[in-house]
């Protein structure tokens, strides 16, 4: 990664809608650099998808569910992950380090939700225990300072 | 562990709206919603051939739930592997007084930091940060741990996260 590929990744970040050719402006190379570099990071994976970021609440949701897995003793986490992929409205999980196996970010409407979800990852064969932390926060997918952080980033590991 | 009582009383610190009118959301708002969570810069040429209706109606379209404020942004992601954050984290934070405000402004200064909410259940707040070494988060839950007012201090690290915003299920709303 270079100078010219983090100074992209910035104005992306400032603003994911952005055109090429305003980037090629702001950083003065040619808009065909910009393609080409934005490309070439799509391929190595440094930069991931873009989104747009969505208020739920305006569309029926309350809230999101922090969900805290214990994977059952002697089977593959990698199969709760495949399962929890599947699930509705569970829009992150990851495996983690520390004092649960997985964690699962879902978007819930109600309190009927938050039990058909929690049951429906109880009933995941490798799943032995489920925990669960609520929030009224609906920013979707997270709140703004992710933009922050990235575009404070100013200089290449 | 806080009340439900306490949850509600510390709506300034979401950043939510006012609860407004529910909007009307048909069939063709909620494909294109589907098209641009999957990709923000996808051009709408391409959106109004997917919803089978002209660019300019997908312009207003969006511009219509951009007013009505249910698209409220967007965001790039990039892989904070090569840019030297190596170690995502959440931290999971029980308190047993109203120290909430303290807490997020050393979190705000001492971390880069993804996005926290204030909970119930599990954890009263719950924050997500991107450290770029162990000694970071370290550093930061000695930090916290001075804090009167705090029980428990989580932190677990994201191994393998995954990002499935399509599994999002969203449905038209009539007024």
């Not at chain 1, 402006?25 to 994976?45: C, F, L």
């Not at chain 2, 098209?35 to 312009?59: N, P, Q, Y």
């Not at chain 2, 990039?78 to 984290?89: C, H």
Request: proline share 4%; charged share 25%.
């Amino acid at each position: 990664m270079d100078e010219i590929d983090l100074q992209i990744i910035k104005e992306l970040t400032r603003n994911p809608q952005i055109s090429f050719l305003k980037i090629a402006k702001k950083i003065g190379v040619s808009p065909i650099t910009v393609q080409r570099k934005h490309t070439k990071m799509k391929e190595e994976r440094t930069l991931l998808q873009s989104s747009i970021t969505i208020d739920l609440s305006q569309l029926g949701y309350n809230g999101k569910a922090y969900i805290m897995i214990t994977n059952a003793p002697n089977q593959e986490r990698t199969t709760t992950m495949e399962a929890l992929r599947q699930m509705q409205d569970v829009f992150i999980c990851t495996e983690i380090l520390g004092n649960f196996d997985l964690l699962a970010i879902a978007a819930v409407k109600n309190l009927r939700s938050i039990i058909c979800l929690v049951n429906s990852i109880r009933k995941i064969p490798s799943v032995d225990r489920v925990e669960i932390a609520l929030t009224a926060d609906t920013a979707f997918p997270v709140s703004r300072d992710f933009n922050t952080l990235l575009s404070n980033i100013n200089e290449c590991p | 562990m806080q009340t439900a009582a306490y949850l509600f009383n510390r709506d300034k610190l979401i950043t939510r709206p006012t609860m407004t009118h529910r909007v009307e959301i048909d069939e063709i708002d909620v494909k294109i919603l589907r098209e641009l969570i999957k990709d923000a810069r996808k051009r709408l040429k391409d959106i109004a051939k997917d919803c089978g209706i002209s660019s300019t109606a997908v312009f207003n379209r969006i511009k219509r739930l951009k007013t009505a404020g249910v698209i409220t942004g967007a965001v790039q992601y990039v892989n904070m592997e090569r840019l030297g954050y190596l170690f995502p984290a959440s931290i999971g934070i029980s308190l047993n007084s109203n120290q909430e405000p303290q807490v997020i402004r050393i979190i705000k200064e001492r971390a880069n930091l993804i996005a926290f909410a204030p909970s119930i259940g599990k954890s009263d707040l719950t924050i997500f940060l991107v450290a770029k070494s162990m000694n970071e988060l370290d550093y930061l839950k000695q930090q916290l741990k001075k804090e009167a007012g705090i029980e428990r201090i989580t932190i677990d690290l994201w191994t393998t996260p995954c990002l499935n915003f399509e599994n999002l299920n969203l449905q038209p709303i009539r007024a």
